[in-house]
């Protein structure tokens, strides 16, 4: 064999190695996605974006339709919007003694900010995102949902999978969610898996007694105990992430507005 040919086998043989190291680095690294899909499922579950595409401004107009209190922006979220350009930080999420440290985004569906990051550019990783549905400026929904992909890397929602044990559910007793208006602290009362058999979506509810029920339910399914007693009159938000590639399953955490 010539050594030009040698040679040229060699840098083919390289060529090939890379691509593969790159394959498994994206594939290690992609998020589970799906994370707010609500029923049915084919309606709403949003496409993989080409990764390679550059930044992307929204084709949607700012939601308009949500009510805001005439009263002044918490000055942090203030700056954050000027930073990021971007009116759609309607908060900021700490459970503290973790990597959970994110703004919060809020647009008029569940899907844009999946695989787009808070400046609006294509991402895998997506963004922290309250569910369409929940209002944060007047703080007076039953069930605030806040949703963030499993990232492999350990960013975004992925510390969450860490509250199946024992010794970390116990260290970490509440999360920070600043709103437009207020700072305020969620105790935590439950954390379980489910699917998307089961339903915790519902952002109001009709009845009284029926939140109760429900709330009853997310204490049952909970894997550990707290002596936490919930009442009617209670808010909860809840955090949901993907618990597994190509599975339908959530991780789901509870806590109750102190």
């Known amino acids: 064999m010539s050594k030009g040919l040698r040679r040229a086998l060699i840098c083919l043989c390289l060529i090939i190695a890379t691509g593969f190291v790159i394959l498994i680095y994206d594939i290690m690294n992609v998020e589970v996605p799906s994370t707010a899909v609500r029923e049915p499922r084919a309606q709403h579950v949003a496409e993989v974006p080409d990764i390679q595409a550059g930044p992307t401004i929204p084709s949607y107009e700012q939601p308009t339709e949500l009510e805001k209190e005439p009263q002044e922006l918490l000055p942090h979220l203030v700056r954050l919007r000027e930073q990021h350009s971007n009116p759609d930080i309607v908060g900021f999420i700490?459970?503290?003694?973790?990597?959970?440290?994110?703004?919060?985004?809020?647009?008029?569906?569940?899907d844009f900010y999946l695989y787009h990051d808070i400046n609006w550019n294509v991402s895998r990783a997506g963004s922290i995102f309250l569910d369409y549905e929940n209002n944060?400026?007047?703080?007076?929904?039953?069930?605030?949902?806040?949703?963030?992909?499993?990232?492999?890397?350990?960013?975004?929602?992925?510390?969450?999978?860490?509250?199946?044990?024992?010794?970390?559910?116990?260290?970490?007793?509440?999360?920070?969610?600043?709103?437009?208006?207020?700072?305020?602290?969620?105790?935590?009362?439950?954390?379980?898996?489910?699917?998307?058999?089961?339903?915790?979506?519902?952002?109001?509810?009709?009845?009284?007694?029926?939140?109760?029920?429900?709330?009853?339910?997310?204490?049952?399914?909970?894997?550990?105990?707290?002596?936490?007693?919930?009442?009617?009159?209670?808010?909860?938000?809840?955090?949901?992430?993907?618990?597994?590639?190509?599975?339908?399953?959530?991780?789901?955490?509870?806590?109750?507005?102190?």
């Not at 700490?94 to 569940?110: F, K, L």
């Open 136 to 258: 944060l400026y007047y703080l007076t929904d039953d069930n605030f949902i806040i949703y963030g992909h499993n990232m492999r890397n350990g960013s975004k929602f992925h510390n969450l999978r860490h509250f199946h044990r024992e010794d970390f559910f116990r260290a970490h007793t509440y999360i920070l969610l600043d709103t437009p208006h207020h700072e305020t602290i969620w105790d935590i009362f439950s954390f379980f898996h489910t699917t998307t058999d089961f339903s915790y979506l519902t952002t109001n509810f009709h009845t009284r007694d029926t939140f109760y029920q429900f709330l009853m339910e997310l204490q049952r399914r909970s894997i550990h105990t707290t002596d936490i007693v919930l009442c009617e009159s209670d808010q909860i938000l809840i955090l949901s992430t993907c618990a597994a590639i190509g599975t339908d399953g959530r991780y789901v955490v509870v806590a109750r507005l102190r």
């Open 94 to 110: 700490v459970i503290p003694n973790t990597n959970i440290s994110y703004p919060v985004v809020q647009t008029g569906n569940n």
